[in-house]
């Protein structure tokens, strides 16, 4: 029910689940964590490089299904310090641009591996 989306350009899922998962022209990414994806491990550096980062990885997915920024209709972004959220904002602009998509922010206890960042996206294609 849907075509799978993988690349290595992301990093490999932390659990049962795709990166992304492609039904009709809907892509349903899956939140992506500032892990680099050649180490598995979180990135170094503050709010600013691990929000860099996650969005680097979900630039990966979406490219792997032919799909930019600007097929972004919807994005989820879960911090886990609400004082972060001004410079997520900052690194955000930066992917979107005059673009966009519809929002939520989410201030979470705590996100896998000790992120503080994570990002999810829905896209038309």
Known sequence: MGEVI??????AAVGPYSQAIKAGN???CSGQIPLVPETGVIVDGDIKAQATQSLENVKAVL???GANFTNVVKTTVYIVDMADFGPVNEVYAEYFGDH??????????????????????????
């Not at 993988?6 to 990093?11: E, H, L, Q, V």
């Not at 992120?115 to 999810?120: P, W």
């Open 63 to 65: 490219a792997e299904a």
């Open 6 to 11: 993988y690349t290595k350009n992301a990093p």
């Open 26 to 28: 809907i892509l349903y």
């Open 100 to 125: 966009k998509p519809a929002r939520s922010c989410v201030a979470v206890k705590e996100l896998p591996k000790g992120a503080k960042v994570e990002v999810e996206v829905l896209a038309v294609l």
